[in-house]
């Protein structure tokens, strides 16, 4: 297995053509194992850079599965086959083999998952504004109670920036984080007990960089 130091430096040499940075892998990882989480969904796979992050904090939770959700059918911004074979031969390179490809859109994907059936979703597909909104909307129903939805790119794409704009006033309660490509809006879902990222949520639509170096730091020492 990799050190943590060397995974992030071979993501760092490797991040050509990749559709999210080093910052938001960070972010993604520490999220990931900030809840414990074992069972984590992603939409919008293509050649796998965030994915072997999920995957790795996964692995580092002591073992569960990555579901990757994309068509891989050379239309919604993937080169198809090419990119599928990228992201399996990124995972095999990565050491990492907990990961299960569901080569569908998520409106075929989504509903196959039970209510509460998986600790985290992360949404990097469709960046149409009913896109996102269905895949927001389906992640919500099937994250467990404690779990996170996080979306990428919502300050520059912006049908994602009108979409989460309205969850700000609708007064979700969302964490943002900034990241050079775009930033991940981060929704925890709260049922019935006060969550673990709570008190990090109630800050207003304006990334902070303090709240996400906080984050990177408490989750990389936690893994270290
Ligand atoms: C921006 S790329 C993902 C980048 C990737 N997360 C990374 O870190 O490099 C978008 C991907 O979403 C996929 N996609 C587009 N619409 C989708 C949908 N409705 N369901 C699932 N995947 C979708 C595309 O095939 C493409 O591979």
């Known amino acids: 297995m990799l050190s943590l130091a060397e995974f992030l430096i071979r993501s760092a040499s490797e991040n050509i053509d990749a559709g999210t940075n080093e910052l938001e892998h960070l972010l993604l990882y520490s999220l990931m194992r900030g809840i414990n989480a074992r069972t984590v969904i992603e939409i919008g796979t293509r050649r796998g850079h965030s994915g072997v ?8 939770n002591s073992g569960g599965r990555l579901f990757c959700i994309d068509p891989f059918n050379g239309t919604h911004g993937s080169d198809g086959e090419y990119d599928q074979q990228h992201a399996k031969a990124r995972f095999a390179r990565f050491g990492l083999s907990n ?24 949404i990097d597909g469709d960046h149409s504004y009913s896109g996102v909104s269905y895949d927001f909307s389906e992640c919500k129903r099937i994250v467990r109670d404690g779990g996170l939805v996080m979306m990428h790119d919502i300050s520059n794409v912006a049908d994602v920036v009108r979409f989460v704009s309205e969850l700000a006033d ?23 007990k006060v969550a673990d990222f709570l008190p990090l949520l109630d800050v207003p639509f304006q990334p902070s960089s303090f709240i996400a170096r906080s984050i990177i730091y408490d989750g990389i020492l936690e893994g270290a």
């Open 53 to 60: 992050w999920l995957a790795r904090a996964i692995e580092d």
């Open 99 to 122: 990961y299960l490809i569901l080569p569908d859109l998520s409106r075929v994907a989504l509903p196959m998952f039970d209510d509460s059936s998986v600790d985290a979703a992360f």
């Open 170 to 192: 609708r007064k979700e309660r969302m964490l943002w984080l900034p990241g050079g490509l775009g930033g991940l809006a981060v929704y925890q879902k709260v049922e019935k």
